[in-house]
């Protein structure tokens, strides 16, 4: 089976522009989960999206929004970028919610300047 | 607080020499407990889950963790390192919050031949 994809790998942006990164998860899984990774802060969750629903938000601005499309496939947008939301952004797929192990993409590297 | 912990940054081993990795977690009920690794540019790999029934779990590669609940405790352990295994390791529990996952802030193991 093909893994986890995420379009682009690497974008840069600069402040006060919004963003849509993809994530198309392995084939079979339904839910889809989004984390941030940096330096400074680790690897935190965004939010997860089971069937086609919300199910999880971490702690991040609304500028930090998701969905999730009928083919299970992600979108993550942010908007009015900010210098600290340069980060790699990690898509995950498990075949459901809860306590499944979730599979990794690549990552989107995003910059802002 | 759900919280991971892991309370070394690097590990160094000689090739050969057996490692441990060590994870403490804190988090209400039972706790699904998850070990990750990410090479450089790269996204995370599933090693090995913990969701009940034996202590120790083996997982890919080689790894196994053993599950301590009266020390809430699940440390990544390999009998013989390998150069190859050079690489950030991640610790994530799941607390029963759908897919969220908890990581700890990482372990950077260095195996010097």
């Known amino acids: 089976k093909a893994g986890v994809t995420q379009t682009p790998r690497y974008l840069i942006k600069t402040r006060g522009q919004q963003v849509t990164l993809s994530c198309s998860p392995i084939?079979?899984?339904?839910?889809v989960s989004w984390y941030q990774q940096t330096p400074g802060q680790g690897l935190q969750f965004l939010f997860e999206?089971?069937?086609?629903?919300?199910?999880n938000k971490g702690n991040f601005p609304g500028r930090f929004s998701g969905r999730q499309f009928s083919n299970s496939r992600s979108e993550m947008n942010v908007s009015t970028l900010e210098l600290g939301d340069s980060a790699l952004y990690l898509c995950?797929?498990?075949?459901?919610?809860?306590?499944?192990?979730?599979?990794f993409g690549p990552g989107t590297r995003l910059t802002v300047t | 607080a759900q919280s991971v912990a892991q309370p070394e940054d690097q590990v160094n081993v000689a090739e050969g020499n057996p490692l441990t990795v060590k994870c403490t977690y804190s988090?209400?009920?039972?706790?699904?407990l998850f070990w990750y690794v990410q090479y450089p540019n790269r996204g995370l790999q599933f090693l090995l889950k913990?969701?009940?029934?034996?202590?120790l779990v083996k997982g890919s590669y080689g790894f196994e963790a053993e599950f301590n609940k009266s020390q809430t405790s699940f440390h990544l352990k390999k009998p013989s390192a390998l150069v190859s295994d050079s690489a950030l390791y991640f610790c994530?529990?799941?607390?029963?919050?759908?897919?969220?996952?908890?990581f700890g802030q990482g372990t950077e193991l260095s195996v010097k031949p």
């Open positions: 995950a797929s498990s075949l459901y919610t809860g306590g499944y192990e979730q599979y």
């Open positions: 084939s079979g899984h339904r839910s």
């Open positions: 999206y089971f069937s086609e629903t919300q199910r």
């Open positions: 988090v209400s009920g039972n706790p699904y």
């Open positions: 913990y969701i009940t029934g034996d202590n």
């Open positions: 994530a529990v799941n607390g029963n919050q759908g897919g969220k996952l908890i």
